[in-house]
Nanobody, 121 residues
Framework: VQLQASGGGLVQAGGSLRLSCAAS????????MGWFRQAPGKEREFVAA????????HYADSVKGRFTISRDKAKITVHLQMNSLKPEDTAVYYC???????????????WGRGTQVTVSS
């Protein structure tokens, strides 16, 4: 069972990146999915979540209006479109799967390795 996040990189402030999370080893089509991030010296924090059907989403206040979480029709891949990026968005971004539509990391039982996002000023 593996979740693999990709799409991270280095971008200037105001730019955009699109992260993707693909599952292998089992299907997560009926799981809620989420994105979390962890900056150096800080705790992991919630970014965005989407329910199993894709018709409900939730965002952290810090990214609301700039980030969009989505999942494809087969519900295999989850994306995080990040626009208007700020230096404070710099972190390792992790995707995760939960049996619930959740915003708390402890509700997520499956985690990917993470992808680095660096936003330069």
């Amino acid at each position: 069972v593996q979740l693999q996040a990709s799409g991270g990189g280095l971008v200037q402030a105001g730019g955009s990146l699109r992260l993707s999370c693909a599952a292998s080893g089992r299907t997560f089509s009926n799981y809620g999915m989420g994105w979390f991030r962890q900056a150096p010296g800080k705790e992991r924090e919630f970014v965005a979540a989407i329910n199993w059907s894709g018709d409900s989403t939730h965002y952290a206040d810090s990214v609301k209006g700039r980030f969009t979480i989505s999942r494809d029709k087969a519900k295999i891949t989850v994306h995080l479109q990040m626009n208007s990026l700020k230096p404070e968005d710099t972190a390792v971004y992790y995707c995760a799967a939960s049996r619930y539509f959740a915003t708390t990391s402890t509700d997520y039982g499956y985690w990917g390795r993470g992808t680095q996002v660096t936003v330069s000023s």
